[in-house]
């Protein structure tokens, strides 16, 4: 059967027995062909190897013991079964669906043996989505989704549950590093392998903000060989992005280098009337850079650093209201227009030993961001002298610096034993000194200012630190039967010190608004899980669980609104999570269905307050949420090489209590529907793939998508009603060459994409096209 050109994995989850001597395995395809220059990963650990020309390869001296395999090679479908000779048959990539390898559990497992409700996208599917920021997998994801206030951070809410702060709700972690805060994380997306995003809360593992989940980004790692792609693209808008990646051994078995980097660029979407130009012109670079060394099979060392340097000369591409955005679209009205600047640096040392009696990782991370406004940005949203936001104080002001360290114990990766077990500690330390101005300029009467051309700067200066242990453990019985149990339990200690100044324009002193003044909190939190699986077949799986996660709370910071004092502490948001699910694939793994029903209860809801015009967000406890729905995603081939995916999530997440409160003013929550988060979201997507040579491979596909009705103010009275997008794709490949062609929102739907409480709106961006060209070494 012939092969079409792509890139796959396979996974084979196999048992091999092994002595100190190694043992050899054979790679081949169905007519009993060898696979050579296959890549050959051992799961859980640092080892990768390479098929010889007869496509064999051996397991180094390992501890004895049963390992998975992933194995990597052009053309063949992932796959799962378990053998006892060692001889592997791989399936074409049009005959057979891909098997899926997650770290759902900080450990790489088949997607279906993990009670979780887990949506996976490998690097394929990343590619076939033109997933280039986190932000795209709106949709994608059954029941996420990701509003876009344009200056690059998400919103990003799994089952009613959202992030509303700086600290998300959603926790994303890349190669294993949790990135802290909406500040220092690093949206962009390329050079990934994968992508495993858990819904429902995950706080025994991943602690601190995994209260609706997480989103778990894994970038491509080295093997024996040398890799290497270049991708230009190219579209409307003045769209530009290229990118590269390159991994080769520099000593053969022992050390690796890999880099990988990006440019993206365009005019953006909005033209500003005040000067007639265009107003969010962006362009951005980011590299991936990093070292292994392998001193033994069983020892590893990854320096890793990843750069992001994002310029955006139209930060807040916002209409004063829901309704003068969709009366003239992409256009606004602003006299102020600062470029944003913002660098974010994450690194990351990561030690690994793979043992006999335990395997170990220490991961020790630095993450910095510093972001401000080169000249002040307009705070009004008009044409006119009111308001304006200045932040541009030099470092370190607006320099935010975290420290992480996390030390882990866990059953080896070899072990037989029906009871597997995890451990570990966390650390983190936290540094945000912020300052920022609001400027009234000559027509701030007109926000009932008694005052004109004046700056009013607040200050404050907040450090966060904190510690976590965790402990989780798995029990195989009965055959059929896992049950899985863990506690975590986490301290954070939070100091903030405030102060305000009244700075008249040309003045250098002022006269202070709020003396120096500081405060401090401290809380626990306590993070337990429990899960049941049974397996009903071979290739089907149902599990109960219940999660409990939690967001960090704080102190509140200062701002003009008296009704609103500053170092005021909240606590804790906490969710409890019950799920029910069933995960299963049919037919020769030509068919997978993963089905999930949850209820979740929310406490001390997070509720937080935009603060006029400080353009600050206030955060208080109040109240309680419940949220309760289903999920559905299935993906079938139905003939070779022509593939079906569906994703349907359907959420409906309502406050049970609480009060808003704002300028003296208060509101009851309870019954109203929470924001950024529709109602049901629904994907179907059909591609055909087919081989038209030996060398030349074709695909046409395309993507449909729904979004049921949702609000943006927790008053529930700006709202979206439901709307629909629909993209394709068509490309065609020659042997290492790939050029295709891709339209989004073909139809032009207007909808918005983010709206502050106080009626600022941005629309979602309008019908795109372009064309992409890939050549790839391997």
């Not at 029990?475 to 059929?480: G, I, N, Q």
């Not at 049950?483 to 009244?502: E, I, K, M, N, T």
């Not at 959420?651 to 009851?668: I, P, R, V």
Request: charged letters at 15%; hydrophobic letters at 35%.
């Amino acid at each position: 059967m012939k092969h079409f050109i792509g890139f796959a994995l396979l996974l084979i989850s196999t048992l091999i027995t092994h002595a100190q001597v190694n043992n050899v395995i054979k790679i081949t395809d169905q007519k009993g062909n060898p696979v050579p220059s296959a890549s050959v990963h051992i799961l859980n650990t640092d080892v990768f190897l390479l098929t010889n020309q007869s496509g064999e390869f051996s397991i180094p001296g390992l501890p004895k013991g049963y390992y998975s395999i992933e194995i990597s090679s052009v053309g063949f479908a992932r796959v799962e079964k378990q053998i006892q000779i060692p001889l592997i048959s791989l399936a074409p990539s049009a005959d057979q669906l891909d098997a899926v390898v997650v770290t759902a559990e900080k450990k790489e497992s088949n997607i279906q043996n993990v009670p979780v409700s887990i949506t996976a996208l490998s690097s394929r599917d990343i590619d076939a989505y033109r997933l280039w920021a986190s932000r795209d997998l709106k949709g994608i994801v059954s029941n996420l989704y990701a509003a876009d206030p344009g200056d690059g951070r998400n919103v990003i809410s799994i089952r009613g549950i959202v992030s509303t702060s700086y600290d998300p709700a959603v926790v994303t972690y890349i190669d294993g590093v949790p990135q802290f805060t909406l500040d220092t994380y690093i949206p962009q997306l390329f050079d990934v392998d994968h992508i495993d995003v858990l819904k429902g809360p995950q706080g025994t593992l991943y602690g601190r903000n995994a209260l609706g989940g997480v989103i778990n980004i894994v970038t491509r790692k080295p093997d024996d060989a040398l890799h290497a792609s270049v991708e230009l693209s190219a579209g409307n808008y003045g769209l530009q992005r290229y990118t590269f990646q390159f991994s080769a051994p520099l000593i053969k078995g022992k050390l690796f280098l890999g880099a990988a980097g990006l440019y993206e660029g365009s005019n953006g979407f909005y033209t500003n009337d005040f000067n007639n130009s265009h107003f969010d012109i962006q362009h951005r670079f980011a590299d991936n850079i990093y070292l292994k060394w392998l001193l033994n099979p069983a020892w590893s060392f990854t320096l890793n650093v990843k750069n992001l340097w994002n310029r955006n000369q139209g930060a807040f591409t916002l209409n004063p209201s829901v309704a003068d955005a969709f009366v003239n679209p992409y256009h606004l009205d602003q006299n102020a227009t600062g470029e944003m600047i913002d660098n974010t640096l994450n690194s990351s040392l990561m030690i690994r030993h793979s043992g006999a009696k335990m395997d170990f990782s220490s991961l020790t991370a630095y993450q910095s961001n510093y972001r401000y406004y080169q000249t002040p940005v307009d705070g009004d949203f008009s044409p006119l002298d009111i308001i304006s936001i200045v932040n541009n104080y030099g470092k370190p002001w607006n320099k935010v610096n975290t420290w992480t360290e996390e030390l882990r114990l866990s059953s080896p990766a070899a072990s037989v034993s029906p009871f597997k077990w995890a451990m570990g500690s966390y650390l983190f330390l936290q540094k945000v000194p912020n300052r920022q101005g609001v400027h009234f300029g000559a027509d701030a009467a007109l926000a009932g200012s008694p005052d004109s051309n004046y700056t009013i700067i607040n200050t404050t200066k907040i450090e966060n630190k904190g510690l976590a242990f965790y402990g989780q453990a798995e029990y195989s019985f009965a055959e059929k039967w896992k049950v899985a149990g863990g506690l975590r339990y986490d301290y954070q200690q939070s100091y903030s010190d405030v102060s305000g100044l009244y700075l008249p324009d040309g003045s250098t002193t002022g006269f202070l608004t709020q003396p120096d003044t500081s405060g401090k909190t401290n809380f626990h939190a306590l993070s337990p899980m429990l899960s049941l699986t049974y397996q009903a077949g071979q290739y089907a799986h149902i599990y109960a669980s219940y999660n409990r996660g939690y967001r960090t709370g704080g102190l509140t910071q200062l701002s003009s609104d008296p009704s609103q004092p500053p170092l005021y502490p909240y606590q804790p948001e906490y969710s409890n999570n019950y799920e029910l699910g069933f995960k299963s694939n049919y037919f020769n793994n030509r068919l997978h269905a993963n089905l999930a029903l949850f209820y979740a209860t929310v406490q001390d809801v997070q509720v937080p307050t935009l603060i006029l015009p400080d353009a600050i967000t206030v955060i208080k406890n109040a109240g309680g949420l419940t949220s309760k729905g289903f999920e559905a995603e299935l993906q079938g081939l139905v003939l070779p090489g022509f593939e079906i995916t569906y994703h349907f999530g359907y959420t409906h997440a309502l406050y049970t209590s609480g009060k808003l409160s704002s300028n003296g003013n208060a509101e009851e929550l309870d019954g109203k529907h929470q924001v950024f988060t529709p109602d049901m979201t629904s994907m179907l997507t059909v591609q055909y793939s087919r081989t038209l040579s030996k060398s030349v491979s074709a695909f046409i596909r395309g993507e449909w998508y729904y979004f049921g009705k949702q609000y943006f103010d927790l008053s529930n009275t700006q709202a979206q009603t439901s709307y629909q997008l629909i993209n394709a794709s068509t490309g065609i490949g020659y042997k290492q060459l790939n050029l295709s062609c891709w339209f989004r929102n073909i139809s032009g739907t207007k909808y918005i994409a983010y709206a502050y409480d106080f009626g600022a709106a941005r629309l979602g961006d309008p019908f795109t096209f372009g064309v992409s060209l890939k050549y790839r070494i391997r």
